[in-house]
């Protein structure tokens, strides 16, 4: 289905998948449109159900934000040496519902984060872990909400009244760019002031001595790859 010829044969393909209609009046418009996302790397199948979701404008965005191909939750789950239970909970800890059955969602940047989470499991107990998870991903939901408030407002509600599908589309990735600088930056420079306030602060040096300590104790609380944290979040 992702196997596109040239010219005509590309084009024959968007009208035989309902991506595009010659006869519509906007025809032109709309191939603008899918030329500039097939740049963006869209595979006819990803064109296709951003359509059928209404969501078609806003694809190049989509990939910019999570590129790369997409795995399932079993895939995934061998990859990363993890149960396949506890990469659904992972995924409910960030506030994302659970994928249907065989459906490929995770990317290389989601496998990187479980890979991660199973070397930090020798260090932190399952519960942390979670609610870190938890906690990043209510942190990073409050920022996409922010952004789409803004690019909403002051955007979209001018481009739908004038702006072509390639302008929305267009814009809408130069909104997600700036996002991810803007969370990019701030967490580095976060990142940065704790770590100083830390070193800085005897209170603190002790307290990440001692719990530095329980971790590494042999009666510490460690994650499991063979049970998956006993609590939902």
């Given amino acids: 289905m992702d196997q596109l010829g040239d010219g005509g044969d590309r084009t024959s393909s968007w009208r035989e998948h309902g991506l595009y209609d010659p006869a519509s009046s906007s025809a032109a418009e709309r191939l603008n449109l899918l030329r500039w996302i097939e740049e963006q790397g869209a595979t006819l199948s990803q064109m296709v159900?951003?359509?059928?979701?209404?969501q078609l404008v806003s694809l190049g965005g989509d990939l910019r934000l999570r590129p790369g191909p997409r795995r399932t939750v079993e895939e995934t789950a061998l990859a990363s040496v993890l149960s396949v239970e506890l990469v659904k909970r992972i995924r409910r800890a960030g506030g994302f519902p659970d994928a249907l059955e065989g459906e490929p969602v995770?990317?290389?940047?989601?496998?990187?984060?479980?890979?991660?989470?199973?070397?930090?499991?020798?260090?932190?107990?399952s519960e942390e872990l979670l609610h870190f998870v938890r906690v990043v991903g209510g942190s990073l939901r409050r920022i996409a909400e922010?952004?789409?408030e803004m690019f909403m407002r002051d955007v979209e509600a001018g481009l739908s009244e004038k702006g072509t599908e390639l302008e929305r589309a267009q814009a809408?990735?130069?909104?997600?760019?700036?996002?991810?600088?803007?969370?990019?930056?701030?967490s580095i420079r976060c990142s940065v002031r704790i770590s100083s306030s830390a070193r800085n602060r005897p209170g603190e040096r002790a307290l990440v001595r001692r719990t530095t300590q329980q971790r590494r104790s042999p009666s510490g609380s460690s994650i499991s790859m063979a049970s998956p944290p006993v609590r939902e979040p």
Avoid: C, H, K, P
């Fill in 49 to 54: 159900a951003a359509r059928e979701a209404g």
């Fill in 106 to 125: 995770y990317t290389e940047a989601d496998l990187a984060m479980f890979r991660t989470f199973t070397m930090a499991g020798a260090f932190f107990s």
């Fill in 146 to 148: 922010a952004a789409s």
């Fill in 172 to 186: 809408n990735l130069v909104a997600i760019e700036l996002v991810q600088e803007a969370v990019g930056i701030s």
